[in-house]
């Protein structure tokens, strides 16, 4: 009688960057079943320099990665902003996003905010009301009441649903 090797239960964080407030969630993967672990928002000061915000969102995201220790990370990429000075700061608090994980030696994938929706909720033009509804449908446990938490679970899940496959645009 041979038996199947046991299959690893993968640790997935999901990071939705923002200057003011970068949103984390957290699921295990294992095989098709998703599980929710935690999630929550870090936030900057705003009366804060640029480069002291940044930081804050650095020892926060570092903090969450040792303690909750993900094998994974995934981060939604940046959308075009109302204005040139608006996208700078959130490219550097995207940085930020994509550095952290890297820095702690996971793997970080990139999915762009029309692929997370289409994924979590069937459309690529979704409201963050339908991405937050559908997370708790997905994740029953999760109770999500910020908007920047769910759509960081709802990275997450994205990349549960697309993790292994090359480079997805939408």
Request: net charge positive.
């Amino acid at each position: 009688m041979t038996t199947l090797p046991a299959r690893k239960v993968v640790r997935v964080l999901g990071i939705d960057p923002g200057l003011q407030r970068t949103g984390w969630g957290l699921i295990t993967v294992d095989g098709n079943t998703l599980g929710f672990v935690g999630c929550g928002v870090i936030t900057s000061r705003p009366e804060a320099s640029l480069a002291e915000r940044l930081r804050q969102l650095h020892d926060g995201l570092s903090e969450i990665i040792a303690r909750e220790q993900p094998d994974e990370a995934a981060v939604e990429e940046t959308f075009v902003n109302k204005d040139a000075r608006s996208a700078l700061k959130l490219g550097h608090a995207r940085g930020v996003a994509l550095l952290v994980p890297a820095l702690a030696g996971l793997t970080v994938a990139e999915y762009a905010a029309n692929l997370v929706k289409k994924t979590v909720t069937g459309s690529g033009h979704a409201e963050k009301v339908q991405v937050q509804a559908m997370i708790r449908v997905l994740l029953p446990k999760s109770a999500v009441s910020q908007a920047d938490a769910a759509d960081a679970l709802a990275v997450a899940v994205t990349h549960a649903h697309h993790r292994g496959i090359p480079e997805l645009k939408v």
